[in-house]
């Protein structure tokens, strides 16, 4: 099985240059706690709920209309549309991940495969592995 097998696509995003407010009214919206960045389409980061409350408004002393993209992982782990299932369970569970960009080999964000979709493939037994925590790393990812 390969990622573009699970993934969850149209993906909601947000545009590199959006405000901290605008990406929490769009979390809020879609009942989402994950959101890519990107710049006109193509992947520049991702940013989560907890990003948002501990770095920015708890730690960070930011404000809500300061830019969504101070707040965002810069080096997001991903996957492309062929990536097979066992390397990004390898990879989430190496870095305790819970969400994964998928992009084409340019960058583009096509796609995300959260631990849910996976949880929904079998009866649980590979969420529970990425929830175990580190194993061996995982080969042929890349970063943004």
């Known amino acids: 099985m390969l990622a573009h097998d699970i993934m969850t696509s149209p993906v909601v995003k947000i545009q590199h240059d959006a405000t901290i407010n605008e990406a929490i009214a769009l979390m809020v919206r879609h009942d989402i706690g994950f ?3 990107v710049r006109d389409g193509w992947l520049c980061g991702v ?14 002393g930011l404000e809500p209309f300061d830019p969504i993209k101070s707040l965002a992982t810069q080096k997001a ?3 492309t ?3 097979p ?3 990004i369970v390898g990879m989430m569970a190496s870095y305790s ?7 084409d080999s ?8 959260s631990l ?14 990425i929830l175990r925590g580190p194993q061996k790393p995982a080969c042929g990812l890349r970063s943004v």
């Open 35 to 37: 959101l890519p960045l």
């Open 81 to 83: 549309p062929n990536t």
């Open 47 to 60: 940013v989560t709920d907890r990003d948002i409350l501990i770095r920015g408004m708890r730690g960070g």
């Open 77 to 79: 782990h991903q996957a």
């Open 106 to 113: 340019l960058g583009y964000l096509v796609g995300v495969i």
């Open 116 to 129: 849910t979709d996976i949880a929904r493939l079998d009866s649980g037994e590979r969420a529970a592995q």
């Open 85 to 87: 299932l066992d390397e």
């Open 97 to 103: 991940l819970r969400r994964v960009p998928v992009c």
